[in-house]
Structure formats: C-alpha cells, structure tokens
C-alpha cells in the first residue's frame, strides 16, 4: 500500500454536508495527489530509482523525480511545471 500524503473532502455545494472523505497518496514524478481505490481496476506505477508510486499518467512514466523537475522549472529549464 503506497504512503499517504493527504486526504481529500468532498462537499455538496448546495448543502455544505460531506460527501465523501479519502486519503490520498502523490506520485513521485509529477507531484500530483491521486485517491487509492483497490480493485478500481486504475493503474498506477512504481519508480525503484525513487523508491516510490507514480500516477501512471503517460508523462510519469519516465524516471524524472519531481524535485528535479522543480529545480528545472526556478532555472528556467522547463516552461510548464506538468
């Protein structure tokens, strides 16, 4: 089971009341939190270099850790973060 980095609350606009409540894990390569569903058939991957899941999103595929990626965004490397 990947390490939990948040948790998600979903409100009814209307009402105010919850919906829904979830924690959630980040990917190592793009940053982006994402919900853990068992069995929801979503597949997500794993980077043995960062010793970490991904979202499994086509553009985390590819061994880029995100704290690189910030360094390459300050430095003007990257013109979009994603």
Same mark, same amino acid.
């Given at each position: ?9 979903? #409100?009814?606009?209307?009402? !105010?009341? $919850? ?8 990917? +190592?390569? =793009? &940053?982006?939190?994402?919900? #853990?569903?068992?069995?929801? !058939?979503? $597949? ?8 970490? +899941?991904? =979202? &499994? ?26």
């Amino acid at each position: 089971m990947p390490k939990i980095a948040g948790y998600g609350v979903a #409100i009814d606009r209307e009402t !105010g009341k $919850t919906v829904d409540e979830h924690e959630t894990s980040r990917c +190592v390569h =793009c &940053g982006g939190h994402f919900r #853990i569903v068992p069995g929801s !058939g979503r $597949t997500r991957g794993y980077c043995f270099l960062c010793d970490g +899941v991904t =979202c &499994g999103s086509r553009e985390c595929l590819e061994h880029y850790p995100f704290q690189k990626r910030l360094e390459d965004y300050e430095s003007g490397k990257l013109i979009i973060l994603r």
